[in-house]
């Protein structure tokens, strides 16, 4: 990944959905301005969803997901629709596109429906309005809308995507939706006053990626500066060091969660302690669900299932946390032989069911509407689910303390 790169877990998700041939790949390369999506008459050409990174000024950088036809028929058309609905829980802003040629908008009714109860935020593009035929096109195009806003409840933005009419309103209307969710969640900067003074515990070993830090450490330092506070970085070995010659106590201690035994006992119990990974479960997902989820370890038997969950594929070093140390701080602690299985990227199993706990990364990877979608889902199927750095301030002897500033935590920590 470009060192200078907004991660994609951090751009917004724009996806765009619609009927095969709405004009979904030629809305894509309008807000693009060049040609990154394949344009066709053809029905299915556009198959598993693409990813598109871009800039959208003023609002900055964004994700435009392309999907497959909502229409689309047959064995592998249906597998295409799945892969399409898939998208549905990571999506933080959907483009639902509609053929100003159509009569009737079944699907769209059906997914606006889907995206309506998600809370996610939608606009109805009405497309193709420069084929529209009648007394005149605006006239034609002013019917067509009417039409739409009846059956769905929104207005649309007419436009046409092959002459570029309304592609300016489209992005300002974009734009609007996204300047709402702006600074609305932060990793830490809403934890910190200007002048303020973090202490960043980083371990540097060899799984730690030559020549740079890792992404959530990398964007706790870029928030920490946004907040116009003090980021401090030492090593674990250094951090009692470190303290000692910053001439007064920092206003946070935030450590990596293999070194929160080291980083607790050097650590004044009157400063403020916790992990990066418990800020990320804070920032992409629900931290009081998850740390309610915890206490089931305590109660797992022998044979129970055991889900990981890891947001992206990487290179396993032989002392792997998710393959290797999770599963060994699980058995030393609860004494039980446990069925382990593990699953990485995108792939997420539908029959969660099996499960009695679930444990997930850091999703560093994952924006913040797809961990929530993961946290649902786990939810809905009854299994408590819990995150690395929950889980192993947990086994390691280190709550309540790491979660103390969390009022919310606290709570679900004491009434679970």
Request: aromatic residues 4%; contains cysteine; hydrophobic residues 40%.
């Amino acid at each position: 990944m470009n060192m200078n790169s907004t991660p994609r877990g951090e751009r917004p998700h724009i996806a765009v959905f619609g009927r095969c041939n709405a004009g979904k790949s030629s809305i894509i390369n309008a807000l693009a301005g060049q040609s990154i999506s394949i344009v066709s008459q053809v029905s299915g050409t556009t198959t598993d969803p693409v990813y598109h990174p871009m800039e959208l000024l003023p609002a900055g950088p964004v994700v435009l997901i392309d999907t497959a036809g909502l229409d689309d028929t047959g064995d592998l058309g249906a597998q295409r629709v799945r892969r399409t609905k898939s998208i549905l829980d990571r999506t933080d802003l959907a483009l639902l596109v509609v053929d100003a040629e159509s009569e009737s908008w079944e699907f769209e009714q059906e997914l606006m429906k889907t995206l309506t109860d998600k809370g996610t935020p939608v606009i109805v593009l009405l497309n193709k309005t420069d084929l529209l035929e009648g007394e005149s096109a605006g006239a034609a195009a002013i019917l067509a809308a009417a039409g739409v806003a009846a059956q769905l409840g929104t207005p649309p933005v007419p436009l046409s995507a092959s002459n570029g009419e309304g592609i300016g309103e489209l992005k300002k209307r974009m734009i609007s939706v996204l300047s709402s969710e702006e600074d609305r969640y932060r990793i830490v900067g809403d934890l910190l006053q200007p002048g303020d003074t973090a202490v960043l515990v980083i371990p540097i070993d060899k799984a730690a990626p030559k020549g740079r830090l890792i992404l959530p450490q990398q964007q706790t330092i870029r928030d920490i500066l946004e907040c116009d506070a003090s980021a401090v970085v030492t090593k674990e070995q250094e951090l009692r060091h470190t303290l000692d010659c910053l001439g007064k106590k920092p206003n946070l201690v935030i450590t990596d969660s293999q070194a929160f035994l080291k980083a607790e006992a050097d650590t004044p119990r009157d400063v403020p302690l916790t992990s990066f990974s418990i800020l990320f479960a804070r920032y992409k997902g629900d931290l009081p669900s998850l740390v309610g989820g915890v206490k089931t370890i305590a109660r797992l038997r022998d044979g129970d299932k055991v889900l990981i969950a890891e947001a992206c594929s990487h290179h396993r070093q032989s002392d792997d946390i998710g393959t290797v140390k999770i599963p060994r701080w699980l058995r030393e602690k609860t004494g039980k032989q446990l069925a382990i299985e593990h699953a990485a990227g995108h792939d997420f199993p539908a029959d969660l069911e099996q499960y009695a706990l679930i444990i997930h990364c850091g999703a560093c990877m994952l924006n913040r509407r797809a961990m929530q979608g993961r946290i649902a889902e786990a939810q809905a199927a009854g299994v408590p689910i819990v995150n690395y750095g929950v889980l192993i301030a947990y086994v390691q002897g280190v709550f309540p303390r790491a979660i103390e500033m969390f009022p919310s935590a606290m709570m679900a920590w004491e009434q679970g």
